[in-house]
């Protein structure tokens, strides 16, 4: 699943140019229906299809680059030589010249073979070629040819395989996609549904021209589209292939950016209002779904077989029912105020009813499924795969300067080979744990550290640990500069402080229990970052309940995203943690709801999570809950 998280996250970066371009060749196509060719119609569709008529290639490059260990424009020229590669050796020339006939004589197949499937392909392979090979050492004869110089070559070499598989497979499944077409066309309304579920389907594969190519044009004789723009079709017939796409990506896709934004966490709803907004139009104005579709399909792909059998439904009872309409570009806003009057149009009012229906069917079910299963929609993915800008910090100097010590201490950007943190420390893989000096990271802020095994490791920080992680890949990435050293100094460097108060706390801090269960001592915690004290003094329970509750009035001061722990600041200033089970935060949410937000001010009783302590013990972490006073190495707990 995280494959396929990382997968869509990498759909953001060409998906979010496509609005805007859809919508300039929408209203370039308006402009050239009502006016006629003009300078502005060519101005107009020559920038919208710059990107639309390239949207393999964008795929191709956002694929390498979102996929790649290390965000590296190498990846990307590595995915760019695959897509030019695979695209250039099956073009319908170059294989008329393997098969020594005239172009017109080669599979049609091979006309459509730029398709975003292809791009996504290329696209994993560079990315693949990137990780792999990006470090390879070649003799010194060959010298030149290592390392990142390597990574194109090796795309390219790769590539040659995928040629001659798709040389094969490719002109099959296109053929047999025109027959199965061709037979579900004979099924009246039930076959228009089926057609339009599976048009849904293919489109992640850039294979639903094939069907497109039966129902659209004169492949099987339906004609549907041309007949419908030239207005000799038959009346009440001509459409019923096209119809039942306004009302889903006019009103029901709509919809779902709706539900995806009122789900989405408070502190990414702005991103994610920028990418479902502008999606949203795009697929009201001009019927260009992509920017909506590619933003979900890969991150919670049962959303988008939902969507795919809204649309299949959409199509049959638009058959069924007195309502034609057709297309000339796609079943957006703009090609439905042109239809309108065509003589091949039937009740088009009837459209905007349906589209009201499926705009509710749409927002009520996608809310519904998001919460339920916890999908990651945009503004809802895990911190790995978050949106991009959507975890960059605004690090002061003091995080930065922390940040830098933490790298140095660690043996340098180039030995940390994966970074992301959890409640309270980072974790990390290292290229070499010998390197990492604990007492240069203690000196820099650190509470302790951890090594767990092997080439893991951990830095024990506090609840602030987030910022430093964000300050450090700043650094790393090189969108940052890390701060001058000061002068050296035999004191300890002050780290920036770990929470917003610096309040004494009292020595009894008294709490109802927060979750029903049995108390234990924190030394049994199986965790030496809690059991040794490290985080702060505090109890643990063993939880038998479902739901964590305020042990005392209080601000809730920081919910960590999945939902597997909660910060409190009490009216005394006393910070508290209560953490949920041990390693949880590597459920990514699985089993976590968060009740509460930020900021929020609770009483005693208050619910903040809601847990399912059968999925932690099914993923194999302990559910005990340690519950520890942060700011405050002298206090004991005392639950009444």
């Given at each position: 699943?995280?494959?396929?998280?990382?997968?869509?996250?990498?759909?953001?970066?060409?998906?979010?140019?496509?609005?805007?371009?859809?919508?300039?060749?929408?209203?370039?196509?308006?402009?050239?229906?009502?006016?006629?060719?003009?300078?502005?119609?060519?101005?107009?569709?020559?920038?919208?299809?710059?990107?639309?008529?390239?949207?393999?290639?964008?795929?191709?490059?956002?694929?390498?680059?979102?996929?790649?260990?290390?965000?590296?424009?190498?990846?990307?020229?590595?995915?760019?030589?695959?897509?030019?590669?695979?695209?250039?050796?099956?073009?319908?020339?170059?294989?008329?010249?393997?098969?020594?006939?005239?172009?017109?004589?080669v599979n049609p197949a091979f006309g459509?073979?730029?398709?975003?499937?292809?791009?996504?392909?290329?696209?994993?392979?560079?990315?693949?070629?990137?990780?792999?090979?990006?470090?390879?050492?070649?003799?010194?004869?060959?010298?030149?040819?290592?390392?990142?110089?390597?990574?194109?070559?090796?795309?390219?070499?790769?590539?040659?395989?995928?040629?001659?598989?798709?040389?094969?497979?490719?002109?099959?499944?296109?053929?047999?996609?025109?027959?199965?077409?061709?037979?579900?066309?004979?099924?009246?309304?039930?076959?228009?549904?089926?057609?339009?579920?599976?048009?849904?389907?293919?489109?992640?594969?850039?294979?639903?021209?094939?069907?497109?190519?039966?129902?659209?044009?004169?492949?099987?004789?339906?004609?549907?589209?041309?007949?419908?723009?030239?207005?000799?079709?038959?009346?009440?017939?001509?459409?019923?292939?096209?119809?039942?796409?306004?009302?889903?990506?006019?009103?029901?896709?709509?919809?779902?950016?709706?539900?995806?934004?009122?789900?989405?966490?408070?502190?990414?709803?702005?991103?994610?209002?920028g990418l479902l907004l502008s999606g949203?139009?795009?697929?009201?104005?001009?019927?260009?779904?992509?920017?909506?579709?590619?933003?979900?399909?890969?991150?919670?792909?049962?959303?988008?077989?939902?969507?795919?059998?809204?649309?299949?439904?959409?199509?049959?009872?638009?058959?069924?029912?007195?309502?034609?309409?057709?297309?000339?570009?796609?079943?957006?806003?703009?090609?439905?105020?042109?239809?309108?009057?065509?003589?091949?149009?039937?009740?088009?009012?009837?459209?905007?009813?349906?589209?009201?229906?499926?705009?509710?069917?749409?927002?009520?079910?996608?809310?519904?499924?998001?919460?339920?299963?916890?999908?990651?929609?945009?503004?809802?993915?895990?911190?790995?795969?978050?949106?991009?800008?959507?975890?960059?910090?605004?690090?002061?100097?003091?995080?930065?300067?922390?940040?830098?010590?933490?790298?140095?201490?660690?043996?340098?950007?180039?030995?940390?080979?994966?970074?992301?943190?959890?409640?309270?420390?980072?974790?990390?893989?290292?290229?070499?744990?010998?390197?990492?000096?604990?007492?240069?990271?203690?000196?820099?802020?650190?509470?302790?550290?951890?090594?767990?095994?092997?080439?893991?490791?951990?830095?024990?920080?506090?609840?602030?640990?987030?910022?430093?992680?964000?300050?450090?890949?700043?650094?790393?990435?090189?969108?940052?500069?890390?701060?001058?050293?000061?002068?050296?100094?035999?004191?300890?460097?002050?780290?920036?402080?770990?929470?917003?108060?610096?309040?004494?706390?009292?020595?009894?801090?008294?709490?109802?229990?927060?979750?029903?269960?049995?108390?234990?001592?924190?030394?049994?915690?199986?965790?030496?970052?809690?059991?040794?004290?490290?985080?702060?003094?505090?109890?643990?329970?063993?939880?038998?309940?479902?739901?964590?509750?305020?042990?005392?009035?209080?601000?809730?001061?920081?919910?960590?995203?999945?939902?597997?722990?909660?910060?409190?600041?009490?009216?005394?200033?006393?910070?508290?943690?209560?953490?949920?089970?041990?390693?949880?935060?590597?459920?990514?949410?699985?089993?976590?709801?968060?009740?509460?937000?930020?900021?929020?001010?609770?009483?005693?009783?208050?619910?903040?999570?809601?847990?399912?302590?059968?999925?932690?013990?099914?993923?194999?972490?302990?559910?005990?809950?340690?519950?520890?006073?942060?700011?405050?190495?002298?206090?004991?707990?005392?639950?009444?």
């Amino acid at each position: 699943m995280k494959f396929f998280q990382r997968l869509g996250r990498s759909f953001m970066l060409p998906v979010a140019v496509l609005p805007i371009a859809a919508i300039l060749m929408g209203v370039g196509y308006w402009i050239q229906n009502v006016a006629g060719d003009n300078i502005a119609v060519t101005f107009l569709n020559g920038a919208g299809g710059a990107l639309l008529g390239n949207m393999p290639i964008l795929f191709a490059i956002g694929v390498s680059l979102g996929m790649a260990t290390k965000t590296d424009g190498t990846s990307a020229l590595a995915g760019l030589v695959s897509w030019l590669t695979i695209t250039t050796l099956l073009s319908t020339d170059t294989v008329a010249l393997f098969q020594g006939v005239e172009a017109a004589e080669v599979n049609p197949a091979f006309g459509v073979i730029n398709n975003v499937f292809v791009g996504i392909i290329a696209g994993l392979i560079g990315a693949f070629a990137y990780n792999r090979f990006k470090d390879v050492k070649l003799p010194d004869a060959l010298a030149f040819f290592s390392g990142k110089r390597s990574v194109a070559i090796v795309a390219a070499g790769i590539s040659l395989l995928v040629v001659i598989l798709l040389f094969f497979i490719w002109p099959f499944v296109y053929s047999g996609l025109v027959a199965f077409g061709e037979f579900i066309a004979t099924l009246g309304p039930v076959g228009a549904g089926i057609y339009g579920f599976m048009n849904r389907l293919l489109i992640p594969l850039g294979l639903h021209h094939a069907l497109n190519s039966v129902f659209w044009f004169d492949v099987a004789g339906i004609n549907d589209l041309n007949n419908f723009l030239s207005g000799t079709g038959e009346y009440g017939v001509t459409g019923q292939y096209m119809t039942g796409f306004f009302p889903v990506m006019m009103f029901g896709l709509p919809g779902a950016a709706l539900a995806m934004y009122v789900t989405a966490k408070s502190t990414r709803k702005k991103v994610a209002a920028g990418l479902l907004l502008s999606g949203a139009i795009s697929s009201f104005v001009v019927g260009v779904t992509e920017p909506l579709e590619f933003a979900f399909m890969f991150l919670a792909p049962v959303l988008y077989l939902i969507h795919a059998v809204f649309m299949g439904i959409s199509l049959a009872v638009s058959a069924i029912l007195p309502v034609r309409m057709g297309f000339g570009f796609s079943g957006g806003g703009i090609d439905l105020l042109l239809g309108w009057v065509n003589p091949m149009a039937q009740n088009p009012w009837l459209i905007l009813v349906m589209g009201v229906f499926w705009f509710v069917v749409y927002f009520l079910v996608f809310r519904f499924v998001i919460l339920r299963f916890n999908l990651k929609t945009p503004g809802r993915e895990d911190d790995d795969v978050a949106l991009d800008g959507a975890d960059a910090t605004t690090a002061d100097g003091g995080y930065l300067a922390t940040a830098a010590r933490f790298i140095d201490a660690l043996g340098g950007r180039d030995n940390i080979v994966e970074l992301e943190n959890c409640a309270t420390r980072l974790r990390m893989e290292l290229g070499d744990v010998a390197k990492a000096d604990e007492a240069a990271l203690k000196r820099a802020g650190a509470a302790g550290v951890m090594k767990p095994g092997g080439r893991s490791y951990q830095v024990i920080y506090g609840l602030n640990v987030q910022f430093v992680k964000d300050a450090m890949e700043q650094i790393m990435s090189g969108r940052a500069e890390a701060p001058a050293p000061s002068a050296p100094t035999a004191e300890p460097v002050a780290a920036p402080p770990q929470t917003a108060t610096a309040v004494a706390a009292p020595a009894t801090v008294r709490l109802r229990q927060p979750i029903e269960g049995a108390v234990v001592p924190l030394s049994s915690v199986p965790d030496a970052t809690f059991a040794e004290g490290i985080m702060g003094p505090g109890v643990a329970i063993e939880p038998t309940g479902d739901t964590v509750v305020a042990p005392v009035d209080a601000t809730v001061g920081h919910v960590f995203e999945t939902g597997h722990a909660i910060a409190l600041v009490l009216d005394d200033g006393t910070e508290l943690l209560i953490h949920v089970g041990i390693d949880t935060v590597a459920m990514k949410g699985e089993g976590f709801q968060a009740l509460v937000e930020a900021g929020a001010r609770v009483t005693a009783g208050t619910p903040l999570l809601r847990v399912d302590l059968d999925r932690i013990r099914a993923a194999g972490h302990p559910t005990v809950t340690p519950v520890i006073v942060l700011n405050n190495e002298s206090a004991v707990i005392e639950l009444i």
